[in-house]
């Protein structure tokens, strides 16, 4: 996107075409736009730290790219200005705290219960571009490129530059009227739009709710994580055998986990979205573990078609079960189904499964849910 023309526009149109985009990002669902300097070289000390500790686990990808993510106009070449745009996804009339709490109830992040995000925001994000060069005009020459989660992009450290919130202790980025249950994407530009102003201010104060209920206390530091020991990294991006002393901390959560953000004070203010996209498909926000894990492959391609569910593969949705069910109330049935399953799994799966049977055999007691003895707990009253 190399940029070789002068830039036409007037500074008093530039303001009045970054107003007019703010306002067509809203009209296309966005609930915030903001704009920012390609810039991220501020994060490079804390970058290198995390890696340098092993922190990132198997997503060996983050290691890659170190000098495009610090300066995304390596990235996108001809680059001067980021657009950032968030957008609501927690799902409306959705449970948290209650289905956590049901051992036989599957757990699965609330973010990714309906359609994948990905396909959805990057398609507005298009749109958001394609208008810009419409107004812009041609002579203009205005050239985008969108981005969410498919490139080495900074995007919470960019967001808080364009002023869209802070990064909070549980390392996400907080917004004062919107919490943090709420996606990000990018829109690479080459037009010098006037650029927002950065949040240079925490606003978490002395609360460490989100560290103190950490089921695998994944957060070594307020602002670290250890993906390692994070539920979300076990569940999605880890393929391996899960450690046994996580197994039991785990509890019901198959894909994903939401307690540090659903502990939160600052989620008191999160907004249900009005995205239909959003909405829970084959009432996987309500669905029994037995159910999930009587799948075969072809049905779990099937009902996790267009969903995000679909990155921790077959394989991965088994073991993740395996687990949940070993945690769970267990029963005969519960057993029954485990042991039929383990002659046509994985030896990734079967290990899993030994694990579960051998488990519900001691009849281990349920770890309790931290989030639950915390006395932010009381506001979840779903």
């Given at each position: ?7 036409p526009?007037?500074?008093a ?16 669902g966005f ?5 920012t ?10 970058l ?19 000098e ?18 968030r957008?609501d996804?927690?799902p ?9 709490t ?5 757990y699965?992040?609330?973010y ?5 995000y990905?396909?959805?925001?990057r398609?507005?994000?298009k749109?958001?571009g ?19 989660d ?5 995007e919470?450290p960019l967001?808080?530059?364009a ?12 917004n004062?009227?919107a919490?943090?249950?709420f996606?990000?994407?990018e829109?690479?530009?080459?037009i ?12 978490c ?6 560290l103190?209920?950490c ?6 530091e307020?602002?670290v ?5 994070c ?16 197994r ?35 009432a996987?926000d309500?669905?029994?573990?037995l159910?999930?894990?009587?799948w075969d492959e072809?049905t ?13 593969g077959?394989?991965?949705?088994q073991r ?14 519960v057993i029954a189904?485990?042991k039929?399953?383990?002659d046509?799994?994985?030896p990734?799966?079967?290990?899993h499964i030994?694990?579960a ?8 007691q349920?770890?309790?849910l931290?989030?639950?003895?915390h006395?932010?707990a009381?506001r979840?009253?779903?």
């Open positions: 996107m190399a940029n070789t023309n002068p830039n526009l007037s500074d149109r530039l303001r009045q075409l970054a107003d007019a985009l703010k306002q067509r990002a809203r009209e296309l609930q915030q736009c903001a704009v300097l390609p810039d991220a070289s501020m994060e490079a000390e804390t290198d730290r995390w890696l340098a500790q092993g922190y990132n686990g198997e997503m060996h990808y983050l290691e890659q790219h170190r495009k993510r610090l300066n995304p106009r390596l990235l996108v070449p001809g680059s001067e200005r980021i657009v950032m745009v957008m996804y927690l409306p009339e959705t449970t948290t705290l209650r289905t956590l049901n051992p036989d109830k599957a699965i992040a609330r990714t219960l309906g359609r994948d990905h396909k959805l925001i398609k507005r994000l749109q958001l394609q208008w810009l060069q419409q107004e812009a005009g041609s002579g203009a020459d205005v050239q985008f490129r969108p981005f969410v498919s490139a080495p992009v900074l919470r967001a808080r530059n002023g869209m919130g802070w990064i909070g202790k549980h390392t996400l980025l907080l004062r009227s919490g943090s249950l996606f990000l994407g829109l690479f530009t080459n010098p739009l006037p650029i927002d102003a950065p949040e240079t201010e925490s606003h104060g002395r609360c460490t709710a989100c103190d209920v089921p695998t206390q994944a957060f070594p307020p602002g994580l250890d993906a390692r020991r539920i979300s990294y076990l569940t999605i991006e880890y393929s391996g055998s899960i450690p046994l002393e996580l039991p901390m785990m509890g019901n959560r198959i894909f994903g986990c939401d307690d540090c953000q659903l502990i939160c004070p600052w989620n008191r203010f999160a907004r249900r979205t009005p995205e239909d996209d959003f909405k829970p498909r084959h996987l309500n669905a029994d573990l159910t999930l894990f009587n072809e779990f391609l099937r009902k996790t078609e267009g969903s995000a569910i679909r990155r921790t077959f394989e991965g949705w993740n079960l395996a687990v949940a069910l070993g945690n769970s109330a267990g029963g005969d049935k189904a485990l039929a399953k383990r046509h799994a994985s990734l799966v079967q290990e030994d694990w049977v051998d488990n519900l055999g001691r009849a281990a349920p770890q309790p931290p989030i639950l003895a006395r932010g009381r979840l009253n779903d």
